[in-house]
C-alpha cells in the first residue's frame, strides 16, 4: 500500500513538472504567438459578452457626439419656436393697429354718405382720401366682410335685428348697420347686421 501511495506521489510530481515546463514554453513564446494568444483571448471575450469592450475614448466620443446632436435639435427646435413667436407678434400687432383704424375708414363713410353735393371738390377729394385708405389696408391684406343679400354666417355676422320679410329667403341679411373685416384669414370685427325670417 506504501509502495502504491509513492508510485502516484511519483506520477503526481512527474504531472506537475510537465504542467511547469508548459508554462515556461507559453511565457517564453515570441511576440507573434503572444499576439494570436490575445486574440484568442479577444475571440472568447466576444463569444462570451456578444460584444467587444469599449475603449474609453471610444464610449467618451459617443457621449459627446450625442450631446452635440440634441444641443443641435433643441437649437433648431428654439429657431423654429422664436420664428413662429414673431410671426404671431407681428399679426397680433397688425391686428391692433387696424382696429384702432377702422372706426377712421367708419367715419370717412358716414362722412360721405350724408354729402350733399357729390360735385363739391371737397367731397370729391374726400372720396379720393377713402379710397386710397382703403386700398392701403387691402394691400395690407384687410378686406369688407360681405353681408347684404348673403345668409347669415355666425363666424362673419353679428345679427342685432331680425325681421320678418316673405321677399327674401330665410336667414338672408337685408341691412348692414356696421362693416365687418378680416385681416388675411380671421375677422378683426363682425359685420352688425339685420337677419329676415
Do not use: C, W
Not at 78 to 91: I, L, P
Not at 161 to 167: G, N, P, Q
Amino acid at each position: 500500500m506504501a509502495e502504491e501511495n509513492k508510485t502516484t506521489a511519483e506520477e503526481t510530481a512527474e504531472k506537475v513538472k510537465e504542467t511547469e515546463a508548459a508554462e515556461s514554453e507559453v511565457t517564453e513564446a515570441t511576440p507573434e504567438t503572444q499576439a494570436g494568444s490575445e486574440e484568442v483571448e479577444e475571440a472568447k471575450e466576444k463569444k462570451l459578452f456578444g460584444k467587444k469592450k469599449k475603449d474609453k475614448k471610444d464610449e467618451k466620443i459617443e457621449e459627446l457626439t450625442d450631446r452635440v446632436k440634441r444641443q443641435m435639435a433643441e437649437f433648431e427646435n428654439f429657431r423654429k419656436r422664436t420664428e413662429k413667436e414673431k410671426a404671431g407678434m407681428y399679426a397680433v400687432g397688425a391686428k391692433d393697429v387696424i382696429e384702432k383704424i377702422l372706426p377712421v375708414v367708419d367715419n370717412f363713410e358716414r362722412g360721405l354718405d350724408v354729402a350733399e353735393d357729390k360735385e363739391d371738390p371737397f367731397v370729391q377729394g374726400m372720396e379720393k382720401i377713402y379710397k386710397q385708405f382703403l386700398s392701403a389696408l387691402d394691400g395690407m391684406g384687410v378686406k369688407a366682410i360681405e353681408a347684404v343679400g348673403n345668409e347669415f354666417n355666425p363666424d362673419f355676422h353679428n345679427a342685432v335685428m331680425h325681421v320678418e320679410d316673405e321677399t327674401v329667403g330665410e336667414n338672408i341679411i337685408v341691412e348692414e348697420f356696421q362693416k365687418g373685416y378680416m385681416y388675411k384669414d380671421s375677422v378683426i370685427r363682425h359685420s352688425m347686421v339685420k337677419v329676415a325670417n
